[in-house]
Every structure is written in C-alpha cells, then in structure tokens.
C-alpha cells in the first residue's frame, strides 16, 4: 500500500520561508518520479514542481520559479519542498504525488501522470 504524508505547513508572513515533507511508503522516491501541486480556496488544482528519479531533474512552475527547491532524501524516503519569499497568492493547500511506475527520468506536470497522492498540507500566507 502506498501511502504519502504532507507535513510543515502553517501560517507565516510574506516573505518568510517554509519547508514542506512529503514523508512516503510503499514505494521508493528515488526509483519514481515525484511532485508537488498546489491548491487554492476556489481554483483548481495546479502544478508546483516535480523531481525525476535518480536524476534529479527538476521543473518548476513558473510562478515559483528561483523561490521554491524541490529535493529528495532516499534514505528518509521523503520529498521535501523549500519554500522562499512566500508571498500571499501562494497561500493554498499542498500535495505531493508519486508516479506509481518507473520510467525512464523524465520530469511530469499533469496531475494525471501520479498514481498517489497525499492528503495536503495547508500554507497560508499574510501580508
């Protein structure tokens, strides 16, 4: 069974930083490739950032880009996401997902490439 667990999220002022985890079992993070959405209250679902497997390349969305860093720590097993210069239109509820198979490294921005998912993590951001 699948599972992953968000952790680190809550209430800071803009411009503070926060590291969010993606704690996960049944798979391995470094084998699948990962990602991050977001959303907020009254819009849909959106894409963060995403990791590759092994590799680790990364993509960003542009609205984060040069303020948020995905990582990986295989020996935890969790995916992490640092969060810089918050500013208020980042406040949303965060999701990571795991790509259930293995693929050949690429890095994946439609919610409908993960398999699983988490059950978010909420930041809010005030001005």
């Known amino acids: 069974q699948v599972q992953l667990v968000e952790s680190g999220g809550g209430l800071v002022q803009a411009g503070d930083s926060l590291q969010l985890s993606c704690a996960v079992s049944g798979r391995t993070v470094s084998d699948n490739a990962m990602g991050w959405f977001r959303q907020a209250s009254g819009k849909e679902r959106e894409f963060v950032a995403a990791?590759?497997?092994?590799?680790?390349?990364?993509h960003y969305a542009d609205s984060v880009k040069g303020r948020f860093t995905i990582s990986r720590d295989s020996a935890k097993n969790t995916v992490y996401l640092q969060m810089n210069s918050l500013k208020t239109e980042d406040t949303a509820v965060y999701y990571c997902?795991?790509?259930?198979?293995?693929?050949?490294?690429?890095?994946?921005?439609?919610?409908?490439?993960?398999?699983?998912w988490g059950q978010g993590t909420q930041v809010t951001v005030s001005s």
């Open positions: 990791i590759s497997r092994r590799h680790t390349n990364t």
């Open positions: 997902a795991v790509k259930g198979s293995i693929d050949f490294g690429n890095v994946y921005t439609p919610q409908n490439e993960y398999d699983y």
